[in-house]
């Protein structure tokens, strides 16, 4: 029951970055939608960007699991995952 609770919890904490992801991606590759090359570019980098935030929540929670329970040091470590996941996915991989 608890775990289900932690699960429910987990997922509403990122359904925002969930919805966007989906709709970046709808937005970018319905070709009919979308005519202009700036635009394109801004939904690809910003869909690049919602799945390296989610590439690292996920990593995070299984590497460390709750943030309030880690030491400082292993918080420190917990931002910096998501600072160069969320980095290397914004420059392109």
Do not use: W
């Not at 937005?27 to 690049?48: D, E, M, W």
Request: charged letters at 15%.
């Amino acid at each position: 029951m608890e775990s289900q609770n932690k699960l429910a919890i987990a997922c509403k904490r990122v359904a925002f970055d969930i919805g966007l992801f989906i709709i970046n991606f709808v937005l970018l590759f319905h070709a009919s939608l979308i005519q202009k090359q700036a635009l394109q570019l801004l939904l690809y980098k910003s869909l690049l960007v919602n799945a390296g935030f989610l590439h690292a929540h996920i990593m995070r929670k299984l590497a460390f699991g709750d943030f309030s329970e880690a030491t400082p040091n292993k918080q420190y470590l917990m931002i910096a995952i998501y600072v160069a996941v969320i980095f290397t996915y914004a420059r392109g991989g």
